[in-house]
């Protein structure tokens, strides 16, 4: 029953609608009518700013963390990626927002974070790496993903100090939510076929971009 209950705790605390909150108490918006429509941490970098944006990552990734961190707390015997999955689909498919949610790369970090946190230190470079090299958030969590999810079996064999130990739930979570991620981003690939997804103003792909606007 403690499990039982724990788990929709952890589901509670993914649902939590970060960018729909933070919209409409500091500025009176829904960014679900804006932009993508999507109400994650890009959408509200696009809407509503910087600050907004960086807190709402901030939240989204703080939610993965306690939800993983449930079981460590109450000392239950279960591995806490059971928790960090429920976390991720609380937070894609929001009881608080009419099941209409992000695309889980956020809570999947702070996932990551709880469970090792040199590890999640190694995927956000991946993540930065990428960004800095497509300039578009869409592309770089999918690539992202696919060298995190390869990543959790290369490293305990190849750098143990990243990852010591292989696990097979998370790698097998990890190919779950890159199937997920690439699904949720259908639209982006489409755009980014079409030459017309946007783009960040940081990396190769702005400069590359501010070239042919010249």
């Given at each position: 029953m403690e499990i039982f209950v724990l788990l929709i705790i952890a589901y509670l605390l993914g649902s939590i609608p970060s960018g729909v909150w933070v919209g409409k108490l500091?500025?009176?918006?829904?960014?679900?009518?804006?932009?993508?429509?999507?109400?994650?941490?890009?959408?509200?970098?696009?809407?509503?700013?910087?600050?907004?944006?960086?807190?709402?990552?901030?939240?989204?990734?703080?939610?993965?963390?306690?939800?993983t961190c449930l079981p460590l707390i109450f000392s239950l015997d279960i591995n806490p990626l059971v928790f960090g999955v429920v976390a991720v689909l609380g937070h894609t498919f929001p009881i608080f927002a009419n099941f209409k949610g992000g695309k889980a790369v956020a809570t999947s970090a702070g996932m990551l974070l709880a469970y090792n946190p040199t590890f999640f230190v190694y995927s956000a470079l991946i993540f930065i790496i990428m960004l800095y090299i497509t300039s578009m958030v869409s592309l770089t969590s999918m690539i992202s993903a696919v060298l995190i999810t390869l990543s959790t079996v290369i490293l305990p064999f190849a750098i143990p100090a990243i990852l010591p130990n292989f696990d097979w739930?998370?790698?097998?979570?990890?190919?779950?939510?890159?199937?997920?991620?690439?699904?949720r981003h259908k639209d982006n690939i489409k755009r980014i076929k079409d030459g017309t997804e946007s783009r960040v103003s940081f990396g190769l792909g702005a400069k590359r971009n501010n070239t042919t606007d010249k």
């Open positions: 500091f500025f009176k918006k829904d960014i679900r009518q804006f932009g993508s429509g999507n109400t994650g941490t890009t959408n509200t970098f696009r809407v509503l700013g910087k600050k907004a944006g960086i807190a709402v990552l901030m939240m989204d990734i703080l939610k993965g963390t306690l939800a739930l998370l790698t097998t979570i990890a190919i779950a939510l890159t199937i997920f991620i690439f699904v």
